[in-house]
């Protein structure tokens, strides 16, 4: 399923999946309309990535077809459970975005929330996702990444020994990532401070 | 609902400063070596906001908690434990002091944000 050389990588989301609701609720009370709106801007077919126990499914209009992929089956499961007859347009699936089983060009829209703090090659990551894209597709991103302020960095760099073996990382620059993957950077809002953004790219024609 | 999520801010800072003050003051004392006693009072205040961060996770993020949470406590928990290792503290004085400082921090973290917040310039 992966390249990685820990081939048990995702264990720790698997146990990460009993807490992961109560863990994020802060974030969906805090954050959840401005995702909805953020998200509102993919169409057609979209992939959401990491869709973890699906908190973010709310966010999609019934007709969307929506696509949820994670590498956790724990987190799977809990994401099946929120699903009703309102979400029969979202398939959910088990997958590494650094390989992913999607024939080429065939997402018109690609969404991630929180997802490339945790992907153990972002890059990589970010090239799958530009090869399942259809030439012009969205990629919309809510992440967090590290900050440049000149003491937080530093810190989020040293807490990031600690928060990656439960967790996510702290200092990613995913911004950096998308442009070195081949995405045409589109918008880039900071939500707080310059650590939480939202990122627009477009795969190029 | 925006304001509240503000004020509830203001006052889980003043918590994590003085739940740092009452800590730092149960168990470092005078006779303690100030440097020593300086870096337990850091540990201490990050123990506190870890703990903060445990207890208000579900109406605050991580993210918001940390910068601001990490300034304050770790100050706090300092400064604290220096002040004790110097002289005979006047616990209400330095109550007072510090829910001042957590007030500030986090206005001074707000108003940081404001600034940073909103689009950001691409390079084409």
Redesign the interface.
């Known amino acids: 399923m992966t390249n990685n050389t820990d081939t048990k990588w995702w264990s720790k989301w698997d146990n990460a999946a009993k807490t992961f609701d109560i863990m994020n609720s802060g974030i969906e009370v805090r954050y959840g309309e401005r995702k909805r709106e953020w998200f509102s801007r993919s169409d057609g077919r979209t992939l959401l990535v990491a869709v973890g126990t699906g908190l973010d499914l709310q966010y999609f209009p019934s007709e969307q077809k929506v696509v949820g992929i994670d590498i956790s089956s724990k987190m799977l499961e809990k994401a099946k459970g929120k699903l009703n007859v309102n979400t029969s347009n979202i398939e959910l699936v088990r997958a590494d975005v650094q390989m992913l089983g999607f024939a080429d060009n065939s997402f018109d829209s690609v969404v991630t929330s929180c997802t490339f703090c945790s992907v153990p090659d972002p890059v990589s990551g970010l090239e799958e996702l530009k090869r399942v894209m259809k030439p012009g597709g969205k990629l919309l991103m809510f992440e967090h990444v590290r900050s440049n302020i000149f003491w937080m960095g530093p810190m989020m760099d040293l807490l990031t020994y600690v928060s990656r073996k439960v967790g996510p990382d702290l200092n990613r620059r995913t911004k950096e990532n998308v442009i070195r993957a081949g995405f045409k950077l589109k918008q880039e809002i900071n939500i707080y401070l310059d650590m939480v953004k939202f990122f627009e790219a477009i795969k190029p024609l | 609902m925006k304001i509240l ?1 503000k004020i509830l801010d203001y006052i889980i800072s003043v918590l994590m400063g003085t739940g740092t003050l009452f800590l730092v003051s149960l168990v470092v004392s005078e006779s303690w070596n100030m440097f020593l006693a300086m870096i337990m009072g850091m540990v201490l205040g990050i123990v506190v906001l870890l703990l903060a961060v445990v207890l ?9 908690l ?2 601001v949470g ?1 300034i304050i406590t770790m100050f706090t928990g300092m400064t604290t434990a220096m002040v004790i290792t110097i002289v005979e503290i006047d616990f209400k004085l330095m109550l007072v002091a510090t829910v001042a400082f957590s007030l500030f921090a986090q206005f001074w ?1 707000d108003s ?2 404001m600034k ?5 310039q ?1 390079d084409k």
């Open positions: 999520f208000f996770i579900s109406v605050a993020t991580v993210f918001e940390f910068p990490m973290i940081y944000n940073l917040k909103g689009d950001v691409i």
